[in-house]
């Protein structure tokens, strides 16, 4: 286990008591992540189907440091988890096994029975945090039944206010996400060159790139959409066997994950040609936008305030907003605040917002763009993070 200080956690019992907890036991994939340091895999494939629960984690509000925390991971992310977690403890909870007869879901529930006495939750009137959204109904009826002290109070928005401002070492990781989704758009850049190529051919050639990178395969989601797919939104759309042609717009948005935390970058392209005047009305107006709503994020200012620029700089081009400005990110893809005219949150220093205002010709056009970047927030204005250049 990784024993450095664990300033995410740290954050995570402030806030959490503020609320009224003595403990709280997380059960979403960003929110266990964010305070173990434990890359929570999604549950897919055929270890997902071996356990019976999800990765869990426990804490006392009451304790600092990582004294009074422990991760409950199944026995296929057992390895993983005792290595990269930042928690005090590690328990296994047992899952199939070819050798031996193991009932999954009575191993998870003593396991977890196990946490919750390990963290001085028996017998007592105490109050417990929850995530309502997450929390897995065989958890709960365990603290139903076998916990009736508890006072359960769901801590969702507190752990969304924990995680508001990033870290020192939040932020060096989104710098890593966003350097490898550069990767994933320079590529993106010489396939546009030329065309005759399938989306298909163009994603696997980038997203390889991208593994090479990194040393390793990483979840990658986003779509490729050439041709008429530019015009319209239509999320995910793509990559789809579409050969490209001459003179074809090309719209990447990818997002990838890298010990948990995420990238979200877009660009657009004009397949193997100059982009023709009502191409560039189009590609230009978002790139307006996005560099009009980056400029906005600024300490002081509001998250409504970065989608009015946008909606502003569309206007000079005659264009509409077509959708949302933007939203933070972090351990999700998609974190609030959002850049929406009715999100008056204050912009702070360590914010990470990926800003994406798009302008789309709409069903039966041709041509469509959408322009993304990465922005940190600090005390002297936005430091744009993503380093690729518009396509267009």
């Known amino acids: 286990m990784v024993t450095t200080s664990n300033e995410e956690l740290a954050r995570a019992r402030f806030s959490t008591r503020s609320h009224g907890c003595?403990?709280?036991?997380?059960?979403?994939?960003?929110?266990v992540t964010y305070v173990s340091g434990f890359e929570v895999p999604f549950p897919l494939g055929a270890s997902a189907e071996m356990a019976y629960g999800p990765t869990l984690a426990l804490f006392s509000t009451r304790d600092s440091g990582s004294s009074g925390s422990w991760l409950i991971a199944s026995r296929p992310n057992a390895a993983a988890a005792q290595q990269a977690s930042r928690l005090d403890q590690v328990l296994v909870a047992e899952a199939?096994?070819?050798?031996?007869?193991?009932?999954?879901?009575?191993?998870f529930v003593d396991?977890?029975?196990?946490?919750?006495?390990?963290?001085?939750?028996?017998?007592?009137?105490?109050?417990?945090?929850?995530?309502?959204?997450?929390?897995?109904?065989?958890?709960?009826?365990?603290?139903?039944?076998?916990?009736?002290?508890?006072?359960?109070?769901?801590?969702?928005?507190?752990?969304?206010?924990?995680?508001?401002i990033k870290t020192e070492r939040e932020i060096g990781l989104v710098r890593r996400a966003s350097a490898i989704g550069d990767i994933g758009h320079q590529a993106?850049?010489?396939?546009?060159?030329?065309?005759?190529?399938?989306?298909?051919?163009?994603?696997?050639?980038?997203?390889?790139?991208?593994?090479?990178a990194v040393g390793h395969e990483i979840p990658i989601v986003g779509e490729l959409v050439t041709g008429p797919r530019t015009c319209v939104v239509e999320y995910p759309?793509?990559?789809?066997?579409?050969?490209?042609l001459a003179g074809d717009g090309a719209l990447m948005d990818i997002s990838q994950r890298i010990d948990g935390y995420w990238s979200d970058c877009t660009n657009?392209?004009?397949?193997?040609?100059?982009?023709?005047?009502?191409?560039?009305?189009?590609?230009?107006?978002?790139?307006?936008?996005?560099?009009?709503?980056?400029?906005?994020?600024?300490?002081?200012?509001?998250?409504?305030?970065?989608?009015?620029?946008?909606?502003?700089?569309?206007?000079k081009f005659g264009l509409p907003m077509a959708h949302y400005t933007g939203h933070q990110l972090g351990v999700t893809v998609n974190e609030l605040p959002r850049l929406v005219h009715h999100d008056h949150t204050p912009i702070?220093?360590?914010?990470?917002?990926?800003?994406?205002p798009g302008a789309y010709e709409g069903a039966g056009g041709t041509f469509g763009a959408r322009s993304e970047k990465i922005v940190l927030v600090t005390e002297s204005g936005p430091e744009i993070l993503s380093k690729f250049e518009w396509g267009i």
Request: charged share 20%; hydrophobic share 50%; proline share 2%.
């Open 348 to 356: 702070k220093a360590g914010m990470v917002f990926a800003v994406e």
């Open 188 to 212: 993106l850049a010489e396939l546009c060159h030329t065309s005759g190529s399938s989306e298909f051919a163009m994603w696997a050639e980038l997203t390889s790139r991208m593994y090479r």
């Open 237 to 244: 759309a793509g990559p789809r066997e579409r050969i490209t």
């Open 111 to 164: 396991t977890l029975r196990a946490a919750l006495q390990a963290a001085g939750l028996s017998g007592i009137q105490a109050t417990l945090g929850v995530e309502i959204r997450y929390l897995p109904f065989v958890a709960a009826s365990l603290l139903a039944k076998e916990f009736p002290k508890l006072t359960l109070v769901d801590v969702g928005a507190a752990l969304q206010d924990a995680r508001l």
């Open 96 to 107: 199939f096994d070819a050798s031996v007869d193991i009932d999954s879901q009575a191993a």
């Open 268 to 315: 657009t392209h004009v397949i193997a040609a100059q982009a023709t005047d009502h191409q560039k009305k189009y590609a230009k107006a978002s790139q307006a936008a996005c560099e009009a709503a980056m400029d906005t994020l600024r300490v002081g200012k509001l998250a409504s305030d970065a989608s009015k620029a946008a909606e502003a700089a569309f206007a």
């Open 22 to 31: 003595d403990a709280v036991l997380l059960s979403s994939i960003a929110n």
